[in-house]
Nanobody
Framework: QVQLVESGGGLVQPGGSLRLSCAAS????????MMWYRQAPGKERELVAT???????TNANSVKGRFTISRDNVKNTVYLQMNSLKPEDTAVYYC?????????WGQGTQVTVSV
């Protein structure tokens, strides 16, 4: 079955960096479009970035120039490099894949940006 396991979250000061990882299994990873979402307290879940076989895209305007999505098709892992973090980046970050018309979520990893 499809499994997505995020890791790499934590507490970081404003201006710091984190790299999130999402280890995937149960489907042909190299063919899949992978996405990172985030959900801040009291807000709707937001699409942050997408990576497909055609390329990588930053979807959220608020993170352009600071966040980068990438993938390793040998390790079946997708990454989200987050630089110049701001308090408003505080959220639970989720990875997602749509496989054969069905969407799957990981359990999420908490990112907190605070002094």
């Amino acid at each position: 079955q499809v499994q997505l396991v995020e890791s790499g979250g934590g507490l970081v000061q404003p201006g710091g960096s984190l790299r999130l990882s999402c280890a995937a299994s149960g489907f042909t990873f190299s063919d899949g479009a992978m996405m990172w979402y985030r959900q801040a307290p009291g807000k709707e879940r937001e699409l942050v970035a997408t990576i497909t076989t055609a390329g990588a895209y930053t979807n959220a305007n608020s993170v352009k120039g600071r966040f980068t999505i990438s993938r390793d098709n040998v390790k079946n892992t997708v990454y989200l490099q987050m630089n110049s973090l701001k308090p408003e980046d505080t959220a639970v970050y989720y990875c997602r894949v749509i496989e054969r018309g069905r969407g799957y979520w990981g359990q999420g990893t908490q990112v907190t940006v605070s002094v």
